[in-house]
T-cell receptor, first 114, second 114 residues
Framework: DVKVTQSSRYLVKRTGEKVFLECVQD?????MFWYRQDPGLGLRLIYF???????EKGDIPEGYSVSREKKERFSLILESASTNQTSMYLC?????????????FGEGSRLTVL | AQSVSQHNHHVILSEAASLELGCNYS??????LFWYVQYPGQHLQLLLK??????LVKGIKGFEAEFIKSKFSFNLRKPSVQWSDTAEYFC????????????FGSGTRLLVRP
């Protein structure tokens, strides 16, 4: 089975802090994604990566950056956390060659910014 | 911009009732279509998918969905729901000219009463 592991299930941070969310997949997938999930809004794509060191903006990239130095690891960075970034963050990966394909999701990281 | 609409935000059914959840998307070209499910406290997982071929696709746990291209719809159905189907259901679309972007609907929360 594909396993997507997110480093932290729950985080509480203060406004202005730098936040790192780590994600690791163990199936040699090419594509990795970061979504945020908010009630009534579904999942919104923040960033995705289709190869090492490659990244593309999703629909809501403002206030976020990403890093993919190794194929299995995709990090989401909040340079200066704000209260409107309180959310559930979901990492996903897919094998997909040329398209998103079937996504495999991690358990999620619930971030609260005070 | 592409979008996915799920018309029912909350659905309450009794066990053995039939289920149909609506999903419409706005994109005129070739699409891949998905339904994902999130059981309480668990990660998102794939329920079923449509890439091409027979527009009636069957997924896990007795779910099926029908792709009607002329209506831009991909509705999810189950003839007889169980209490264990209580979950949140998300429709998702991958437009083939946006290759890596999987766009999700806002989700439908299903509560099945025993």
């Amino acid at each position: 089975d594909v396993k997507v592991t997110q480093s932290s299930r729950y985080l509480v941070k203060r406004t202005g802090e730098k936040v790192f969310l780590e994600c690791v997949q163990d199936m040699d997938h090419e594509n990795m994604f970061w979504y945020r999930q908010d009630p009534g809004l579904g999942l919104r794509l923040i960033y995705f990566s289709y190869d090492v060191k490659m990244k593309e903006k999703g629909d809501i990239p403002e206030g976020y950056s990403v890093s993919r130095e190794k194929k299995e690891r995709f990090s989401l960075i909040l340079e200066s956390a704000s209260t409107n970034q309180t959310s559930m963050y979901l990492c996903a990966s897919s094998l997909g060659q040329g398209d998103a394909g079937e996504l495999f999701f991690g358990e999620g990281s619930r971030l609260t910014v005070l | 911009a592409q979008s996915v609409s799920q018309h029912n935000h909350h659905v309450i059914l009794s066990e053995a009732a039939s289920l149909e959840l609506g999903c419409n998307y706005s994109y005129g070209g070739t699409v891949n279509l998905f339904w994902y499910v999130q059981y309480p406290g668990q990660h998102l997982q794939l329920l079923l998918k449509y890439f091409s071929g027979d527009p009636l696709v069957k997924g896990i746990k007795g779910f099926e969905a029908e792709f009607i291209k002329s209506k831009f719809s991909f509705n999810l159905r189950k003839p007889s729901v169980q209490w264990s189907d209580t979950a949140e259901y998300f429709c998702a679309v991958n437009a083939m000219d946006s290759s890596y972007k999987l766009i999700f609907g806002s989700g439908t929360r299903l509560l099945v009463r025993p």
